[in-house]
Nanobody
Framework: QVRLVESGGGLVQAGDSLRLSCAAS????????MGWFRQAPGQEREFVAS???????YYADSVKGRFTISRDNGKNTVYLQMNSLKLEDTAVYYC?????????????????WGQGTQVTVSS
C-alpha cells in the first residue's frame, strides 16, 4: 500500500516556475515506478512525466525541455520542476505510483494516486 500526497500547486503567470512535490508513504517506495499526470476540466487525464526504478525518465512532448521529474528515495518524494509555464499547462496535477519497475504513459496502469494539486497559469 502506498499513500501519495501532492503539494506545491498554485496560481502563477505565464513564464513562471513551480515545483510540485509528491510525498509517499511505504517502505518500498524505491521499487515503484512513478509518474506525473494532469487533468484539465472536461478532459482525460494525460501523461506529463515519469521514471522507472532504474532512473530512466520520460516526458510528454508538450513539456519536454520545460519540466523535469526527479525523486529522492531517502525522502520518499517525487518532484516535478515546471519552468516556462504556459496557459495550456493549467490543470490538476496528480502523482501516480505503479507496482512495477517500469513506468507507463497510460494512467490506467498506475495503482495508487494522490488527491491532486491545482496549477493555474494566467496571462
Amino acid at each position: 500500500q502506498v499513500r501519495l500526497v501532492e503539494s506545491g500547486g498554485g496560481l502563477v503567470q505565464a513564464g513562471d516556475s513551480l515545483r510540485l512535490s509528491c510525498a509517499a508513504s511505504g517502505r518500498t517506495f524505491s521499487s515503484y515506478a512513478m509518474g506525473w499526470f494532469r487533468q484539465a476540466p472536461g478532459q482525460e487525464r494525460e501523461f506529463v512525466a515519469s521514471f522507472n526504478v532504474y532512473g530512466t525518465t520520460y516526458y510528454a512532448d508538450s513539456v519536454k525541455g520545460r519540466f523535469t521529474i526527479s525523486r529522492d528515495n531517502g525522502k520518499n518524494t517525487v518532484y516535478l520542476q515546471m519552468n516556462s509555464l504556459k496557459l495550456e499547462d493549467t490543470a490538476v496535477y496528480y502523482c501516480g505510483a505503479r507496482s512495477s519497475a517500469y513506468s507507463s504513459t497510460n494512467y490506467q496502469y498506475y495503482d495508487y494516486w494522490g488527491q491532486g494539486t491545482q496549477v493555474t497559469v494566467s496571462s
